[in-house]
């Protein structure tokens, strides 16, 4: 089992960057591959960014293409999402997930991302 815990969420104005952090813990992970994904109201949950498990292979979604950096830290077991650029359309619940294999298997709680305009 992993345990996943987000945390960085809170309250920007548009323009402004957060960084969100994922720590996780259990049995290792640094051999996962890494996601975020966001859901924000009435809309279903989408594929934000993902990074391999040595850090040389990310993917990120056309919509945060150049605003988003997705990181990791093994000797942490932490991944982070550097949001710049920040948009009233990135808000969401931004979840972390982790995939031992090809599907994600373990999901944190969410951290809340509220952008203003």
């Known amino acids: 089992q992993v345990q996943l815990v987000e945390s960085g969420g809170g309250l920007v104005q548009a323009g402004g960057s957060l960084r969100l952090s994922c720590a996780a813990s259990?049995?290792?992970?640094?051999?996962?591959?890494m996601g975020w994904f966001r859901q924000a109201p009435g809309k279903e949950r989408e594929f934000v960014a993902r990074?391999?498990?040595?850090?040389?292979?990310?993917l990120y979604a056309d919509s945060v293409k150049g605003r988003f950096t997705i990181s990791r830290d093994n000797a942490k077991n932490t991944v982070y999402l550097q949001m710049n650029s920040l948009k009233p359309e990135d808000t969401a619940v931004y979840y972390c997930?982790?995939?031992?294999?090809?599907?994600?298997?373990?999901w944190g709680q969410g951290t809340q991302v509220t952008v203003s305009s």
């Open positions: 997930a982790a995939a031992p294999g090809i599907a994600y298997a373990y």
């Open positions: 990074i391999s498990w040595s850090g040389g292979g990310t």
């Open positions: 259990g049995r290792t992970s640094s051999t996962y591959t």
